[in-house]
């Protein structure tokens, strides 16, 4: 089942849709329900969407200015989906679109009145839109790893140690068996204290972010690039884009917890954060050319 439930009214559809994308980029297309593109063919709607809500972990609900017009019908599918929720004990965040007002409980059936003194946020619909949504979605993270429960991938106290010294091992082995014929490298993970100019080619792995999911721990880390000439930093990027784009999963021989460890996999994917803010967020050093990205740890199936 989706982890994230997005409830919206069809009058609210073009709001719902980039929402819904943003959901998708954030925290994968698995990880998020939206009817439109969920529900398959030949299924009982209202019992599958009412599954779908009890397996899920937060409930977004979206509300537009129409949202509170059919609200008190008993056959409102809007109304049966937060009744849902409050039923299987799924938290409802309630996103406001644009300059929409929460409803008063007196406007909405007792079943589900308790909505309206939950703390909403709001969504805008034009050019406040991205900030808005820059702003939901390390709240939603907050709440998902609040409810989230010791698993596999917390289990061993190394894990973001050998996560980030996995990534950079593999590099590392990876330029120098099909590049090393170039420029010696150095490749290293390193703390805030480790931001120095350096005077030769090296590559620094720096995490700055950790995000706890039900199963899933996300580490955020930016690759930055020190060069003794500009076409030594230009070449170590390129490689590396080209390298974690053909190869986004670190091979197991480079991530291995130990004997009697849970298995876990490691899943490197680009990040929509900016690096350069990260850069001046961690260091007073001039700008260097460096990537975002973020390793995803879960727990390997069977």
Not at 113 to 131: E, I, K, P, R
Not at 155 to 176: F, K, M, N, Q
Request: proline share 7%; with cysteine; aromatic share 10%.
């Amino acid at each position: 089942m989706a982890t994230i439930f997005l409830s919206y009214r069809r009058t609210d559809s073009p709001q719902a849709c980039r929402v819904y994308d943003w959901l998708v980029q954030r925290f994968g297309k698995d990880a998020v329900f939206m009817d439109v593109a969920a529900i398959p063919f030949a299924v009982r709607f209202p019992d599958f969407i009412r599954n779908a809500i009890a397996g899920s972990n937060i409930m977004i609900a979206l509300i537009g200015s129409g949202w509170p017009d059919r609200i008190q019908a008993a056959d409102d599918p809007v109304r049966a989906e937060i009744e849902a929720a409050f039923d299987h004990h799924v938290p409802v965040l309630p996103v406001l679109i644009g300059n929409t007002a929460m409803p008063d409980p007196a406007d909405l059936p007792a079943s589900i009145s308790t909505l309206a003194s939950q703390n909403a946020v709001t969504v805008g619909v034009s050019n406040d839109f991205h900030t808005h949504m820059q702003a939901l979605l390390p709240r939603i993270e907050s709440i998902l790893g609040a409810m989230a429960m010791q698993s596999a991938v917390t289990a061993d106290p190394d894990v973001i140690h050998l996560a980030c010294h996995g990534i950079i091992t593999y590099l590392r082995e990876t330029y120098s068996r099909n590049e090393g014929e170039g420029w010696f490298v150095e490749w290293d993970v390193v703390g805030t204290g480790d931001f120095a100019k350096r005077n030769q080619n090296y590559v620094t792995l720096f995490m700055h972010r950790v995000v706890r999911f039900d199963q899933l721990l996300e580490l955020h880390f930016i690759l930055s690039f020190w060069g003794i000439a500009a076409a030594a930093e230009h070449k170590l990027s390129g490689w590396v884009l080209r390298q974690l784009e053909r190869t986004p999963v670190i091979p197991g021989e480079f991530f291995d917890p130990g004997p009697g460890a849970v298995g876990c996999n490691l899943k490197i994917r680009p990040s929509d954060e900016d690096s350069r803010q990260i850069w001046q967020m961690i260091t007073d050093e001039p700008l260097r050319l460096s990537l975002a990205y973020v390793a995803v740890v879960s727990p390997q199936t069977p």
